[in-house]
């Protein structure tokens, strides 16, 4: 369990070093104050994974390394129940003129475990990073991928009651990062915290239970991992104060953007079903209306279809379909996408986007979050395991010594 309230932390930021030494002579401010934390507050129980998001520089990793010991809080409280390990910047806590055995010992120690426990585990340790006959190798010698190999076998091996995740997945090769979130789910079912810090938002919207949104120290949101994935989209769409308050007249749940351009309705087809139930292989129609408020010279319209845990399955958009589309005030536009739902059987929902160029973080005119919902029953193509049906050839020859089957 970990319980965090009105956390504040500041650093005094020095123009020149040399105003450092004048302020101690001097006894008078050669400094300005930077609030990297301002009134913070949550708590995750046992069990329960915490995702925090945020742009560079929103205070996430300071955060971090005050739950860790790292840092000390100028003001506020941190409660943790039991031992804290984690994986903040790669690297840290590593001597790297050592061999990774010897900095299992020190890391170990370092995170709190005893000589004992160490000694217990190291095989463990070691069997679980797959580094092989590296691990006798000095950790200059290692690449990233094998740092973070290192680090998270060291940290989820020191059995730790809280569990502090910054970035550090986003490296490594797929397999062992599959197997690190496999072991962070049993570690969370064995009743462990976790705090989650990413810009992956689909791992956000899969590993998190809730999220909060971190902008210029402060808690901007507290809540459904979904909800706080939407206004981080938000914030990086940015929007100045006088969209901002074109946006609260537009505005609805789920609903955000400067208003200069609209979605006013919107449909999914298939074409064999002529309802929003369609079947796996089906070819189906996106049906888009939207219009502007102002002359734009190029808009791109998107959408993005989701499975039911959040996980974005396939999304596209008129500019990268090399399609412009210039608007002109009060007049409609219907817009047809037309794609196969080569998609398992399953509920899904579309979330439907107006912007500039090739995303939404430029300037983002309306973004309507699951507007639809379809679901796709039965299929029209061969049964597949997964989540998306890729179309698969088979051709078998025999290889006997006189290369004939009988």
């Known amino acids: 369990m970990i319980d965090v309230k009105h956390l504040h932390k500041r650093f005094k930021l020095y123009t020149k070093p040399a105003d450092r030494l004048k302020e101690i002579l001097l ?78 010992r020190t890391n170990g120690l370092l995170i709190g475990m005893t000589e004992q426990e160490i000694v217990e ?12 006959d590296f691990i006798h190798e000095p950790l200059r010698t290692y690449s990233s991928g094998m740092l973070m190999r290192l680090a998270f076998s060291i940290a989820i091996h020191a059995d730790p009651r809280c569990f502090l995740i910054d970035e550090a997945l986003s490296v ?63 914030i990086m769409a940015k929007l100045d104060k006088q969209e901002a308050r074109i946006a609260a007249r537009v505005r609805e749940e789920n609903h955000y953007g400067t ?11 298939g074409s064999h ?15 888009v209306t939207f219009e502007s408020t102002v002359e734009l010279e190029s808009v791109s319209l998107g959408f993005m279809i989701r499975d039911r845990f959040g996980q974005d399955i396939f999304g596209t958009n008129s500019c990268l379909l090399k399609r412009e589309i ?29 912007h500039s160029d090739e995303n939404h973080l430029e300037r983002c005119y309306h973004w309507c979050d699951n507007y639809l919902q379809f679901e796709v029953a039965g299929s029209h193509v061969p049964l597949f395991s997964g989540i998306t049906y890729i179309p698969t050839t088979l051709d078998i020859e025999c290889q006997s010594e006189e290369n004939t089957c009988t």
């Not at 585990?121 to 092989?132: C, D, P, V």
């Not at 006013?264 to 087809?269: G, Q």
């Not at 079903?273 to 996106?286: D, I, K, M, N, T």
């Not at 037309?338 to 398992?344: D, K, R």
């Open 326 to 354: 210039p608007m002109q005030p009060g007049q409609r536009y219907q817009a047809r996408f037309v794609l196969p739902m080569n998609i398992a059987v399953g509920k899904y929902t579309i979330t439907l986007a107006l």
């Open 121 to 132: 585990r190291e095989q463990k340790i070691i069997e679980f990073s797959e580094l092989g």
């Open 259 to 269: 208003g200069e351009a609209m979605i006013r309705d919107a449909s999914l087809t």
């Open 27 to 104: 006894r008078r401010p050669f400094h300005t104050n930077y609030h990297a934390l301002n009134d913070v507050s949550f708590r995750v129980e046992n069990g329960e994974t915490l995702g925090i998001l945020g742009q560079n520089g929103a205070g996430k990793s300071t955060l971090l390394k005050l739950l860790s010991g790292v840092l000390l809080p100028d003001a506020g409280e941190i409660n943790i129940a039991g031992r804290v390990t984690g994986l903040l910047e790669l690297g840290t806590g590593f001597d790297s003129a050592l061999s990774g055995t010897h900095n299992i």
């Open 172 to 234: 490594g090769d797929g397999h062992f990062q599959q197997k690190c979130i496999k072991r962070i789910k049993q570690f969370r079912e064995s009743g462990g915290s976790i705090i989650f810090v990413s810009h992956d938002l689909n791992a956000v919207k899969m590993i998190c239970d809730r999220a909060i949104v971190l902008d210029q120290g402060e808690v901007v949101f507290q809540g459904s991992s979904e909800g706080a994935v939407n206004h981080y989209n938000q």
């Open 273 to 287: 079903s002529r309802s929003h139930v369609v079947s796996s292989g089906e070819q189906a129609e996106l049906c």
